[in-house]
């Protein structure tokens, strides 16, 4: 069975870091990549960052570029996404996904590319 489990949200001021881990479990196939996904009240679940389980080939969200880093343990069959520099804009529940089955870069970084995701941490960003 697979699952996921997201730790590490809480409530920060503008221009503080979180960092955010999804430890993972199960067989997910021959899935090549691993993502965090957010979504803000009132909105899409947004892409934020997609690598590849190599741990490589990062994509990011232009809104995150520069900010937030991705990167992949697979010792520890562990997911991590670093935020620094956080805005308000920032606060949302944020999600990891695993079992990627789309094709092409455009998808890398959509939600209905993802079967599985963890239940979510809440990240709240103030002004």
């Known amino acids: 069975q697979v699952q996921l489990v997201e730790s590490g949200g809480g409530s920060v001021p503008a221009g503080g870091s979180l960092s955010l881990s999804c430890t993972a479990s199960?067989?997910?196939?021959?899935?090549?990549?691993m993502a965090w996904f957010r979504q803000a009240p009132g909105k899409e679940r947004e892409g934020v960052a997609s690598?590849?389980?190599?741990?490589?080939?990062?994509l990011y969200a232009d809104s995150v570029q520069g900010r937030f880093s991705i990167s992949l343990d697979n010792g520890k069959n562990t997911l991590y996404l670093v935020m620094d520099n956080l805005k308000p804009e920032d606060t949302a529940i944020y999600y990891c996904a695993a079992g990627y089955h789309g094709e092409g870069v455009s998808t890398r970084n959509l939600p209905g590319s993802y079967a599985y995701w963890g239940p979510g941490t809440q990240v709240t960003v103030s002004s």
């Open positions: 690598v590849n389980t190599a741990g490589g080939d990062p």
């Open positions: 199960g067989y997910f196939g021959r899935s090549s990549r």
